[in-house]
């Protein structure tokens, strides 16, 4: 089993950057490949990027991909997200999660385990 907590969201203007980690519990961390999502206000849950389990291969969705930049240290259990360039529908609670499949999935459905969230609010 994995427990997920996410730090480092907070209240950043338009065009500012931010840094999420996701620290895991346990020693099984690069068993599992890992993913961020976000969930703004009354929309679903929405996949933003994973990697795999030694970080050799990195997944973004379209509207980050170029300012945000998934990262891991398997040595120190935790995931990254690095946000640049951050706009205002970047505003959102972000997830991490974790997936103990090798197969590549944007589905919130195939991650097994999950953070409790950090919000992340972008001023215009």
């Known amino acids: 089993q994995v427990q997920l907590a996410e730090s480092g969201g907070g209240l950043v203007q338009a065009g500012g950057s931010l840094r999420l980690s996701c620290a895991a519990s346990g020693r099984t961390f690069s068993s599992y490949a890992m993913g961020w999502f976000r969930q703004a206000p009354g929309k679903e849950r929405e996949f933003v990027a994973r990697i795999s389990r030694i970080g050799i291969s990195t997944y973004y969705s379209d509207s980050v991909k170029g300012r945000f930049t998934i990262s891991r240290d398997n040595a120190k259990n935790t995931v990254y997200l690095q946000m640049n360039s951050l706009k205002p529908e970047d505003t959102a609670v972000y997830y991490c999660?974790?997936?103990?499949?090798?197969?590549?999935?944007?589905?919130?459905?195939?991650?097994?385990?999950w953070g409790q969230g950090t919000q992340v609010t972008v001023s215009s």
């Open positions: 999660a974790a997936d103990p499949r090798n197969i590549v999935s944007r589905t919130v459905n195939n991650y097994e385990y």
